[in-house]
């Protein structure tokens, strides 16, 4: 297509075609979004050409991106108004609207309304009452809503908090409920990550592009052996609603791509208590923990800490191949991991 199509669009496919690992042929992974509101053949029309080891077609780029000027010869004097008019525009936008999943509609429409409604804030009240301290309960108060709801720690404690012992228990502040779905892994870390807990398919993509990321080309190789493929497949789904068990988020698997992807420590504070660090980047101050835990046998929800809790160890895979620049992490992080060991080995 060199030649006979815009450079703009050979761009714009060239990106097109980085997703093609992840999507392969599957229209609704891949959404449509580059046909729909380019003109341009997107990722799984990609993967079929590729499957079939066919060139590009060249009739498959829209018109517009095969003329080789854009401009109109115009009368002098003459004004037919295409500078103002917003009808292509408008049109554009619609499709794309509607290419959209429900967390980019809702993204797309908060940018038009602060262009149509410049004088309304975009900020809303948030949605638990937040706390005071000194502050005075009052009768009547409002309840959270059920999704992402806090459960307290008062005398009636979650049963699976009694599973931790009383001297690392002190050290949680409460426990956060999301959504049972089969997505509830996917939406704690959403939540936690700052996309809210409907921005769980975000993660799932996210996490399902950080396997086949080009700058780490065998570590996943390593960790996962031949399970890649499996670990993949689990992050990929056929539609939004409940999940099957092997869709699931699971730990260890998850915990390795969620602290690289995101550059988070991520602890899991199950039965097997056990502490993920970033394994190609060395340590950041002020960085995020995010703590999880999987109860019941079906369910995760988050855990909101105290500052300083000790830090259970980390796996051996990580030792076993992390970079020698992410050793950094054990090192600004092991008084809270040997305050793990101390309590554990005074519980014993």
Same mark, same amino acid.
């Given at each position: 297509?060199?030649?006979?199509?815009?450079?703009?669009?050979?761009?714009?496919? =060239?990106?097109?075609?980085?997703?093609?690992?992840?999507?392969?042929?599957?229209?609704?992974?891949?959404?449509?979004?580059?046909?729909?509101?380019?003109?341009?053949?997107? =990722?799984? &029309?990609?993967?079929?050409?590729?499957?079939?080891?066919?060139?590009?077609?060249?009739?498959?780029?829209?018109?517009? $991106?095969?003329?080789?000027?854009?401009?109109?010869?115009?009368?002098?004097? =003459?004004?037919?108004?295409? &500078? !103002?008019?917003?009808?292509?525009?408008?049109?554009?936008?619609?499709?794309?609207?509607?290419?959209?999943?429900?967390?980019?509609?809702? =993204?797309? #429409?908060?940018?038009?309304?602060?262009?149509?409604?410049?004088?309304?804030?975009?900020?809303?009240? /948030? /949605?638990?009452?937040?706390?005071? #301290?000194?502050?005075?309960?009052?009768?009547?108060?409002?309840?959270?809503?059920?999704?992402? #709801?806090?459960?307290?720690?008062?005398?009636?404690?979650?049963? %699976?908090?009694?599973?931790?012992?009383?001297?690392?228990?002190?050290?949680?502040?409460?426990?956060?409920?999301?959504?049972?779905?089969?997505?509830?892994?996917?939406? !704690?870390?959403?939540?936690?990550?700052?996309?809210? &807990?409907?921005?769980?398919?975000?993660?799932?993509?996210?996490?399902?592009?950080?396997?086949?990321?080009?700058?780490?080309?065998?570590?996943?190789?390593?960790?996962?052996?031949?399970?890649?493929? &499996?670990?993949?497949?689990?992050?990929?789904?056929?539609?939004?609603?409940?999940?099957? /068990?092997?869709?699931?988020?699971?730990?260890?698997?998850?915990?390795?791509?969620?602290?690289?992807?995101?550059?988070?420590?991520?602890?899991?504070?199950?039965?097997?208590?056990?502490? %993920?660090?970033?394994?190609?980047?060395?340590?950041?101050?002020?960085?995020?923990?995010?703590?999880?835990?999987?109860?019941?046998?079906?369910?995760?929800?988050? %855990?909101?800490?105290?500052?300083?809790?000790?830090?259970?160890?980390?796996?051996?895979?990580?030792?076993?191949?992390?970079?020698?620049?992410?050793?950094? $992490?054990?090192?600004?992080?092991?008084?809270?991991?040997?305050? $793990?060991?101390?309590?554990?080995?005074?519980?014993?």
């Amino acid at each position: 297509m060199r030649g006979s199509v815009s450079r703009a669009a050979l761009r714009r496919i =060239a990106e097109e075609l980085l997703r093609v690992d992840y999507v392969g042929t599957n229209r609704q992974i891949c959404g449509c979004t580059l046909r729909t509101s380019y003109g341009l053949p997107c =990722a799984c &029309e990609l993967g079929r050409y590729t499957l079939g080891g066919i060139p590009i077609p060249v009739d498959v780029v829209h018109v517009h $991106w095969r003329k080789l000027t854009m401009e109109v010869e115009l009368e002098v004097g =003459a004004d037919d108004g295409s &500078e !103002v008019d917003m009808t292509c525009a408008m049109d554009e936008l619609w499709k794309r609207f509607r290419s959209l999943d429900v967390i980019g509609k809702r =993204a797309l #429409k908060s940018r038009v309304c602060e262009l149509a409604y410049p004088t309304m804030t975009p900020l809303c009240p /948030p /949605p638990e009452k937040l706390k005071t #301290k000194g502050g005075v309960k009052k009768k009547g108060q409002s309840q959270p809503s059920q999704t992402s #709801k806090k459960l307290k720690l008062s005398k009636k404690q979650p049963q %699976f908090i009694l599973q931790f012992p009383n001297h690392f228990r002190s050290y949680i502040e409460d426990v956060v409920n999301v959504e049972s779905d089969g997505n509830c892994g996917f939406r !704690v870390i959403a939540s936690l990550h700052g996309y809210g &807990e409907d921005g769980w398919p975000m993660v799932r993509r996210e996490l399902g592009l950080e396997i086949i990321d080009k700058d780490r080309p065998t570590l996943y190789d390593k960790l996962f052996s031949n399970r890649l493929s &499996e670990v993949r497949e689990s992050l990929m789904i056929e539609s939004f609603g409940s999940q099957p /068990p092997e869709k699931w988020l699971t730990i260890p698997d998850m915990g390795y791509l969620i602290a690289n992807r995101y550059n988070v420590v991520l602890v899991y504070l199950g039965n097997l208590c056990m502490t %993920f660090f970033p394994m190609t980047s060395s340590h950041l101050p002020n960085v995020s923990i995010y703590c999880i835990d999987f109860v019941n046998h079906n369910h995760w929800v988050q %855990f909101n800490m105290k500052e300083g809790f000790p830090l259970p160890p980390v796996t051996l895979d990580w030792r076993k191949f992390r970079s020698h620049t992410a050793t950094t $992490w054990m090192l600004e992080f092991a008084g809270r991991l040997q305050h $793990w060991q101390l309590l554990t080995l005074v519980l014993a």
